[in-house]
């Protein structure tokens, strides 16, 4: 069993950067691919990125590239979500994820088998 904690989201302008962390309990952190997903107000939840067990594979969503930046940190057990040039279109709860490691930096929500109870991020324009 894995409990995961997010952490760092608020209010903010838009153009400015914020960082979420994800704490994990339980389980070998280090067994497991980490996710990001996000639900926009009134939307589905969707995908933001991934980074791999060991941290050397990473894999994000078309609309964050270039602006997100996942990374991990096996021995603090956590993942963090740098987010820089934040837009109001990124205005979400967002979530971190866990995925067995055979899935690789997967897209599909379903491949994760826990998940974190979401933080808001709201980016004003």
């Known amino acids: 069993q894995v409990q995961l904690v997010e952490s760092g989201g608020g209010l903010v302008q838009a153009g400015v950067s914020l960082r979420l962390s994800c704490a994990a309990s339980?389980?070998?952190?280090?067994?497991?691919?980490m996710g990001w997903f996000r639900r926009p107000p009134g939307k589905e939840r969707e995908f933001v990125g991934a980074i791999s067990w060991g941290g050397s594979s990473t894999l994000y969503a078309d609309s964050v590239k270039g602006r997100f930046t996942i990374s991990r940190d096996n021995a603090k057990r956590t993942v963090y979500l740098q987010m820089n040039s934040l837009k109001p279109e990124d205005t979400a709860v967002y979530y971190c994820?866990?995925?067995?490691?055979?899935?690789?930096?997967?897209?599909?929500?379903?491949?994760?088998?826990?998940w974190g109870q979401g933080t808001q991020v709201t980016v004003s324009s």
């Open positions: 994820a866990s995925a067995p490691r055979e899935y690789g930096t997967t897209p599909w929500g379903h491949q994760y088998d826990y």
């Open positions: 339980g389980g070998s952190f280090s067994r497991y691919t």
